[in-house]
């Protein structure tokens, strides 16, 4: 299996204006690799990430995942597609919060009939103690490793994770790279993560650098770093 991209544009039109947010790009990635994606604000990286998960569609050029042409794919199929393969993890963990813990990761279990165990997860993000507790009463830190539990306990074979450090502070950042690195050993799970920083692409297989729309470099990092080494 692998992800290309093959010609990829996305438009956005407003009005008369049309704005390339993503102009004409090509790149392959392949199953089992964390990939970062960097690049200014404003280059195109959340388009990236939501045309490969499904949650938009390009304007032209072809989307293969697994076999699958995503461009070719009916609106059913397609949201088919998100639910079964696609797990999304995003800056702002968007819980609900009203639901514990394991509440919200079972939520996500019961769209999926091959989910994981819910505990078994909860147990791999280091929660299994805190899983009565709701969102307002866990840490940042432990929010996103919910949001974590939650994308992955339907086992997607595709995590996408929009600047999942964003809203963290150094030493929690380290430790959610470290889950991220552990499912990509545990679960074998494809990793996209966007980022605006630089030092977290260097714990990734590949990093491709997006600016105006366009790549501008991508790298299979030969000499990557445990997520524990990173620094910035
Ligand atoms: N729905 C939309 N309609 C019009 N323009 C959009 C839309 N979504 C994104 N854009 C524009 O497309 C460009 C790329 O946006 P995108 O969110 O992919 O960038 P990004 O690299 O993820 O930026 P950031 O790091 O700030 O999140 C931006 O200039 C943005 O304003």
């Not at 790009?25 to 690049?39: L, N, T």
């Not at 393969?85 to 639901?99: C, E, T």
């Not at 079972?106 to 709701?134: C, H, M, P, Q, Y």
Request: with cysteine.
């Amino acid at each position: 299996m692998s992800i290309q991209f093959i010609g990829v544009t996305k438009e956005y039109k407003n009005g008369s204006n049309i704005f390339l947010a993503l102009n004409n790009i090509s790149f392959e990635a392949k199953e089992g690799e964390i990939v970062a994606i960097v690049g200014p604000s404003g280059s195109g990286k959340s388009t990236l990430l939501n045309l490969l998960g499904g949650l938009d569609r390009a304007t032209s050029g072809e989307i293969i995942f697994d076999g699958l042409n995503l461009s070719a794919l009916s609106d059913k199929e397609l949201t088919k597609y998100r639910r079964d393969k696609v797990g999304f993890v995003f800056q702002f963990y968007n819980l609900i919060p009203n639901l514990t813990a394991y509440e919200n990761v079972e939520v996500a279990a019961e769209l999926n009939k091959n989910s994981l165990k819910i505990d078994e997860v909860l147990e791999a993000v280091g929660l299994l103690d805190k899983k009565d507790k709701f969102p307002q009463e866990l840490s940042g830190g432990e929010q996103q490793r919910v949001s974590i539990a939650r994308a992955i306990v339907k086992s997607p074979k595709l995590l996408l994770c929009d600047e999942p450090t964003g809203a963290l502070d150094y030493k929690t950042s380290k430790e959610v790279l470290e889950l991220i690195d552990k499912i990509n050993q545990i679960y074998k799970t494809t990793i996209f993560i966007v980022t605006h920083n630089t030092s977290i692409a260097s714990m990734c297989h590949r990093i491709i650098r997006l600016r105006s729309g366009q790549i501008i470099e991508i790298k299979e990092n030969i000499n990557r770093i445990s997520p524990k080494e990173v620094e910035w």
